[in-house]
């Protein structure tokens, strides 16, 4: 069975910071082959991306409203991927996603159950 679980969520002051984990297991494939991303979810809106990793070294790219304050990375040695966020703003408040997707066949994606993080004073 495959699972990837996000992990890091919580409770954040503004202008905090924090780092989530998603850690897959029971892949068909190996982990280095699949495209990941984190998807978040605010309250009230669409679930949107908002950054992601390809298989290839520096392929790393975000939704504009978070350049410079977030890093993604991914270790296929661990079969965990990361998001860091730094400098959070309480519109950064919302449900995050990992989600992977097979390089080669699209049909072959995966989504984790999902880590709040909330951004308040």
């Known amino acids: 069975q495959v699972q990837l679980v996000e992990s890091g969520g919580g409770l954040v002051q503004p202008g905090g910071s924090l780092r989530l984990s998603c850690a897959a297991s029971?892949?068909?494939?190996?982990?280095?082959?699949?495209?990941l991303s984190w998807f978040r979810q605010a309250p009230g809106k669409e679930r949107e991306l908002f950054a992601h990793i390809g298989t290839a070294p520096d392929t790393a790219d975000y939704v504009d409203s978070v350049k410079g304050r977030a890093t993604i990375s991914r270790d296929n040695t661990r079969n965990t991927m990361y998001l860091q966020v730094n400098n959070l703003k309480p519109e950064d408040t919302a449900l995050y996603y990992c989600h992977a997707v097979h390089l080669l066949n699209s049909r072959i994606s995966y989504w984790g159950q999902g880590t709040q993080v909330t951004v308040s004073s």
């Open positions: 029971g892949l068909r494939f190996s982990f280095s082959s699949y495209v």
